[in-house]
């Protein structure tokens, strides 16, 4: 089984998705806790720091895993090929950028040289909110891992688009969520529907994006998770 690894750092979600988690992929890897103080979601270079020979999956928290998710776990890659699902936000599609840094699945090895131009050269962190490609208080994490990939000619894949789909703010306000329709700007999809009473059998991954849902919110849509949202 492909290792899993993780980060929790901050207020925003609690144990609860963390238990969530371990009950979908057991034996995931967290990293809790800031190291050499690189701020929230950039922790996650430090998994291409690592001695490994296999590919690793790294992920997103704020993610539900459903139907048969081990295939998006298991998909297959070669050394020198990066995998990741596409990114949802069309602002930056005009510049390029395509990768989304929920999911993650790599060599190690073939990254480092990733996690040590950004330890080398500290000024990435404030790139692209300085650029105006993204937004602050702390972001860009996945255009710097995409602009290193494509520095060494990485090829970036991608997993179905109907095997991912993103619940963004746009449907807070439908409570029950009985009606989510497919948004076809960002999906390619058989079907009609997202989700109608339970989420569409194609889909394995759900992303959550600018929501202000925590994890009671996000947890009670995954039906078959054993994980209480009375957290």
Known sequence: MTKVFAVRIGEKYGKGVEDYLNSKIPGIT?????QNDMKLQWNKLRFMNMDIDEPIVVIDIDMLFINDYMEAIEYPIKRGEFLTFKS????????????????????????????DEFIKNRTWE???????????????????VEDMLRSRNIKINYLPDEWVFCITKSFDDDSDFSKIKMNLKYFSFSDEYAYLDDFNKHIKIVHFMNTDFGEKE???????????CNT
């Open 88 to 115: 949802w936000w069309g602002d930056t599609g005009t510049l390029g950028y395509s990768l989304n840094g929920g999911f993650q699945k790599y060599y190690p090895k073939d990254c480092k040289f990733i996690y």
């Open 126 to 144: 404030n790139f692209y909110i300085d650029k105006k490609i993204t937004v602050g208080p702390v972001n860009g994490e996945q255009y710097f």
């Open 30 to 34: 967290w990293i809790r806790d800031e």
């Open 218 to 228: 996000i947890l009670k849509f995954d039906k078959s998770s054993i994980i209480s």
